[in-house]
């Protein structure tokens, strides 16, 4: 039974099917049951009761915060979750019988352990006292651990008191202050005792015996490290002197052969067939620039007292170049420099006779090198093409790398007569230059343009007098089976002596039609294939 009525919320009218049908849909029925909780203030200047501020109340506020109407919406909060916490409760621990505070009203123990030693009959609790009487039985940690290994682990994860109150086993001997003395006085500065005997160094140290240790010298800074050194050769009255931060180092540097970066000192003992002697440390503790400056000292003194320096230069290195290369003289430059008249030529093929001439000024004293200053002849574009015609290979147009890269910067290939000839390889002109060589590895040596085009569209399949070379290139010739194109219907179109030059004349994948010839997939292409054979 129906009854017609009216929603209370929006006005319409409705049917109702049953008593409880008071509103015509769910919006109105939520609608009434929030403005039902709120209760309307409208806009109100208060001042907080908390803060002190002055803030505007409008719309509606909950009826479960009207408590708080004296204060802002701020300080409302705040003490709408003070009230929400527990409090906190003071209790006394059922088992040790100490005061702890705790939120939870049901908790008897003040901690974990103190639960598992005095709870009741269960599993950790019953664990708890038998690790106890274990600790019991044994006299150091360490025996603890051997004997009862799951023991201790347990142990250490719960904390138990009488496992922190455990001896610690055997005790470590103090190392009196004599001992380290000895052993610092075994090295000569603090960071050779820091390296061998970090230990004893940190002890030293922690002590404060550092300061008294005054055996022990501190390095000098990194750019006071340089050392000047020579090495002296007595009989042959000839000394090398150099300069570095690593004497160590460069002394084994100087007594092996490192090939381009041999020491000019290496190849003087080789030479003489004499040992390189000790080295000899000049002066040390200075910076790079005045090592620098005491080395070309050194070298003007021995030069004065009539001694053969092995280096001649300011930095140590030999004449010509660095690492020690023959020395030369003024009169080797000179027949040198007559013999090959040109400039360019003597740079490039005497780089070491050069650096020596640039070093002492031979240059300036030399009149029979002649230089090419004349300004570049203009290149064109007709005079390129002209010299290019008159080459008679392309490698003697690549010597020429002027004219070879004007035509090619500028694409004028298409106009000499090695571009024409790009243009105009018929298969006959190939075929007919492919039959005065017998392999086909001379013909790609020989001429790689004709080469590349035969092999390219095919034609070096119909060439049987090309050999195309041994092993597995022989093998797969052998090995080659001729192929049938074929339409869908069957009919015979053409046949191939291979795989890879039905592939590339049809322009397919060999993997494919590999596939349709063991048929694995029934055409490729467009088309069926079968073997000839």
Same mark, same amino acid.
């Given at each position: ?351 070491? =006779? ?57 694409? =004028? ?121």
């Amino acid at each position: 039974m129906t009854k017609t009525r009216t929603c209370p919320v929006c006005g319409t009218e409705f049917e109702a099917y049953r008593r409880a049908h008071i509103y015509c849909s769910e919006s109105c029925r939520s609608r009434s049951m929030y403005s039902r909780r709120k209760v309307e203030v409208g806009k109100v200047k208060k001042i907080c009761a908390m803060c002190g501020k002055e803030s505007f109340i409008e719309g509606y506020h909950r009826s479960a915060h009207q408590k708080y109407h004296n204060y802002c919406q701020r300080c409302a909060s705040i003490l709408a979750h003070e009230t929400r916490k527990k409090p906190l409760q003071e209790r006394t621990c059922a088992g040790c019988g100490k005061a702890f505070i705790s939120k939870n009203p049901h908790t008897r123990f003040c901690s974990l352990q103190c639960a598992y030693k005095h709870r009741g009959d269960d599993y950790r609790s019953r664990r708890y006292r038998e690790v106890v009487e274990h600790i019991r039985l044994c006299t150091t940690k360490q025996e603890f651990r051997d004997k009862y290994p799951s023991d201790s682990i347990f142990a250490r994860k719960y904390k138990i008191e009488e496992y922190k109150k455990f001896p610690n086993g055997k005790r470590q001997k103090q190392i009196e202050d004599e001992t380290i003395i000895s052993e610092s006085k075994k090295y000569h500065t603090k960071k050779e005792y820091r390296n061998h005997s970090p230990n004893m160094y940190a002890i030293a140290n922690r002590r404060g015996l550092l300061p008294t240790f005054t055996w022990l010298v501190s390095e000098p800074p990194f750019h006071e490290r340089y050392v000047v050194y020579r090495y002296f050769f007595a009989a042959q009255e000839t000394v090398y002197v150099g300069l570095s931060c690593n004497p160590q180092k460069r002394d084994v540097q100087h007594r092996i052969s490192r090939g381009k970066k041999t020491s000019c000192v290496f190849k003087f003992a080789k030479r003489v067939g004499l040992e390189i002697p000790k080295m000899e440390i000049l002066e040390s503790g200075i910076s790079q620039s005045e090592a620098r400056s005491k080395e070309h000292e050194y070298v003007n003194k021995f030069k004065d007292i009539g001694y053969e320096v092995l280096n001649t230069g300011k930095t140590g290195a030999s004449i010509g170049s660095i690492g020690g290369m023959p020395k030369y003289t003024k009169k080797e430059f000179l027949e040198v420099a007559q013999e090959v008249g040109d400039f360019n030529k003597f740079v490039k093929n005497f780089k070491g =006779l050069y650096i020596a001439a640039l070093q002492h000024g031979w240059l300036k004293e030399c009149n029979n090198l002649k230089r090419d200053r004349r300004a570049p002849k203009t290149i064109n574009a007709e005079y390129a093409i002209n010299e290019a015609n008159n080459k008679s290979s392309i490698e003697d147009l690549r010597n020429d790398s002027a004219i070879y890269n004007y035509i090619s910067t500028h694409k =004028l290939w298409h106009r000499t007569k090695f571009g024409l000839l790009r243009q105009s390889l018929s298969k006959d002109f190939c075929i007919s230059v492919a039959r005065n060589f017998s392999s086909a590895s001379s013909l790609r040596k020989s001429n790689g343009t004709v080469y590349l085009k035969m092999q390219k569209n095919g034609w070096l399949d119909e060439c049987p007098w090309l050999v195309k070379g041994e092993g597995w290139r022989q093998a797969a010739a052998l090995k080659a089976r001729p192929v049938r194109q074929m339409t869908m219907n069957g009919k015979v179109l053409k046949t191939f002596p291979s795989i890879a030059v039905a592939a590339r004349t049809t322009n397919v994948s060999s993997g494919n039609l590999t596939s349709c010839l063991k048929g694995r997939i029934q055409s490729c292409g467009g088309f069926r294939w079968q073997y000839a054979d």
